[in-house]
């Protein structure tokens, strides 16, 4: 080894590993018909450096449109109960109660609920690929692609987790080698669609493009992934010099998943969207209540004149560009506390029963082009408060939870209006 061609340390500790288990097995093994193994066979097409990356997009393609197809009656029995209770709800005596009972409590954390089929059929399919084995080569399969463009060999995983929840996958990064390739990992990893952003992309797709909605959703996640890539590939170029290296890891056996496996996982994700909806969803909600139907003129004034109103009003000129209008807006600011919330939100100011009467008033405000372009702003502007603190946590500065907020809110807005320029001039 030498100082112009160095070797990275994992590389030869894992070559002198497998050096000494193939020392004892010729000892042990001798050597007869050479047989290829099932696991040698699929490797041959998962692994391929060309045909993998094209059977793991159609994979990830496949996923999204399983988990719409398979959720969609459950959204509208879910739906249809939901209504049901704002009913109920808004036959009691005092006015002020009804309200914030159907309007804020059912309207807003019972409209999140609707979404919660198509992310626990999303888990289960996840969980499914992750018990046979696949996902791991996944990770080899795209890990050359992220080492070219400057990521980590191990920040896969990071990544992986983020469509989860940023919240883990900035955890994770501490698994990187060398400081400047964990803050890369780090900076990068809220870019991943996580599972909160789903019920924005459902809810507009179905508004727009009820017909593609599923590959629509997929290629929400396929550019969040192209512009981690990106970003990280300017990080590692502008600011961070951090050399990137390979990921070693063991490839396990392919193995038949078993449904009980899969469900208890798929709880065991599913489960924390739950805690959500019941705790700071639920505060949200009540307190998105609040400031739409209270104002400086006193409680249930019109909605424009609502502190909601005033406060989205006084932001959205920085907005008209991207043809966001204040009730949007307002939505999209409330959403720096959880992505769920600007749905949420948008139930709460419209007042509406169910996605169906939202996707209405949607339909009314904006065009498939802005629709896009607010898509692509929810994708990457900062994914929640919680990710922001864990930043500030693992790399135990502000200064770089600010620079995440900073450059996904510009980034957000700038892709959002480059989205209704070329949109407007194509359409």
Same mark, same amino acid.
């Given at each position: ?52 990356? *094209? ?7 496949? *996923? ?8 969609? @009656? ?8 939901? !209504? ?18 159907? !309007?804020? +409590? ?5 409209? +999140? $609920? ?41 920040? %896969? ?18 698994? @990187? ?55 990280? #590939? ?5 600011? =961070? ?21 899969? &469900? ?21 909600? @009540?307190? $998105?209540?609040?400031? /739409? ?11 424009? !004149? ?12 920085? %907005? ?16 720096? =506390?959880?992505?769920? +919330?600007? &749905? !949420?939100? $948008?139930?709460?100011?419209? /007042? ?7 996707? #209405? ?10 629709? =896009?372009?607010?898509?692509? %702003?929810? $994708? ?28 996904? &809110?510009?980034?957000?807005? /700038?892709?959002? %209006? ?10």
């Amino acid at each position: 080894m030498s100082k112009d061609n160095p070797i990275d340390p994992q590389i030869l500790l894992a070559e002198e590993r497998y050096k000494i288990i193939s020392d004892i097995i010729s000892e042990v093994y001798s050597k007869g018909e050479k047989h290829y193994s099932k696991t040698d066979l699929l490797d041959r097409v998962f692994l391929h450096p060309y045909l993998g990356i *094209m059977i793991f997009l159609v994979v990830m393609w496949a *996923m999204f449109h399983f988990t719409f197809e398979a959720s969609a @009656v459950f959204m509208v029995i879910i739906e249809n109960i939901i !209504e049901w209770l704002k009913g109920f709800a808004l036959q009691i005596p005092n006015p002020v109660i009804a309200s914030l009972i159907a !309007e804020g +409590i059912i309207g807003g954390v019972g409209f +999140i $609920l609707v979404f919660v089929p198509p992310i626990f059929f999303m888990y289960f399919t996840i969980s499914i690929l992750e018990d046979s084995g696949y996902l791991a080569r996944a990770a080899f399969v795209m890990d050359k692609i992220m080492v070219k463009m400057g990521l980590h060999g191990r920040s %896969f995983i990071p990544l992986l987790l983020g469509f989860g929840c940023s919240v883990p996958g900035i955890m994770a990064a501490r698994t @990187v080698d060398g400081r400047e390739n964990r803050l890369t990992t780090i900076l990068v990893t809220p870019l991943m669609s996580c599972s909160a952003r789903l019920p924005v992309y459902i809810m507009i797709a179905g508004a727009f493009f009820p017909l593609y909605q599923g590959t629509i959703v997929f290629l929400m996640y396929i550019i969040g992934i192209v512009f981690a890539i990106l970003m990280a #590939l300017i990080f590692q170029k502008l600011i =961070f010099k951090g050399k990137s290296s390979p990921f070693i890891m063991e490839l396990p056996e392919y193995q038949t998943p078993t449904f009980h496996g899969s &469900v208890i996982h798929t709880w065991e994700r599913g489960v924390l969207f739950l805690k959500k909806a019941g705790t700071y969803l639920l505060f949200g909600a @009540v307190l $998105l209540w609040f400031i /739409s139907k209270m104002g400086p003129g006193g409680y249930d004034v019109p909605i424009a !004149e609502s502190y909601a109103g005033i406060l989205g009003n006084a932001i959205a000129p920085l %907005f008209v560009p991207l043809g966001f209008d204040w009730t949007i807006v307002t939505a999209l600011i409330f959403g720096f =506390f959880a992505k769920e +919330i600007v &749905v !949420e939100s $948008l139930s709460i100011i419209y /007042s509406v029963n169910g996605a169906a009467a939202i996707r #209405l008033q949607l339909l009314g405000l904006m065009t498939p082009v802005t629709a =896009f372009a607010l898509m692509i %702003f929810v $994708l990457l502007y900062t994914p929640c408060i919680a990710a922001i603190g864990t930043i500030r946590k693992e790399t135990n500065s502000w200064k770089w939870a600010m620079v995440s907020v900073v450059y996904q &809110v510009g980034l957000a807005y /700038s892709m959002a %209006f480059l989205v209704v320029a070329v949109g407007g001039l194509i359409f």
